[in-house]
C-alpha cells in the first residue's frame, strides 16, 4: 500500500474513533481504561505527542479540547460522574493485571 493512502486512511480511522467517542458521552474514561488501557486523555496525549513530532507546539489543554470538542474542564462538568467503588476496584485490578 502507497504511504500516503496508509497515512490517509489512518487519519480517516481516528477522525471516526474521535467523532464515536464524541457521541457515547456516556462511556465513562474509567470504564475505557479498565476495558481498553486508554481513554480519551490518553488519546489526547497521542495526538499532542504526536504533533509535537512534527515540531508543532501544542498544550495539553488544546490536545484534550481536539478530543473532547470543548474545553475539558466543561466536557467533564456535563459528563463525568464520580467513579463508583466497583469501576474503581475494577480500573485497579485492570491494572495490576498490565505489569
Known amino acids: ?11 480517516a480511522a481516528f477522525r471516526r474513533l ?3 467517542l464524541l457521541k457515547r ?9 479498565t476495558l481498553s ?3 480519551r486523555n490518553c488519546l489526547a496525549d497521542w495526538y499532542r505527542d504526536a ?3 512534527q515540531g508543532v507546539e ?7 479540547e481536539h478530543i473532547y470538542g470543548e474545553p475539558f474542564s466543561e ?4 459528563h463525568q460522574k464520580e467513579a463508583t467503588p466497583e469501576q474503581m ?5 485492570a491494572q495490576e493485571n498490565h505489569s
Open 89 to 93: 476496584a475494577a480500573f485497579k485490578a
Open 51 to 53: 504533533a509535537e513530532e
Open 18 to 20: 474521535v467523532s464515536h
Open 25 to 33: 458521552t456516556d462511556v465513562q474514561n474509567i470504564d475505557l481504561m
Open 58 to 64: 501544542m498544550s495539553k489543554d488544546a490536545a484534550r
Open 1 to 11: 500500500m502507497d504511504k500516503t493512502i496508509q497515512t490517509e486512511l489512518e487519519a
Open 75 to 78: 466536557w467533564k462538568k456535563k
Open 37 to 39: 488501557g486508554f481513554c
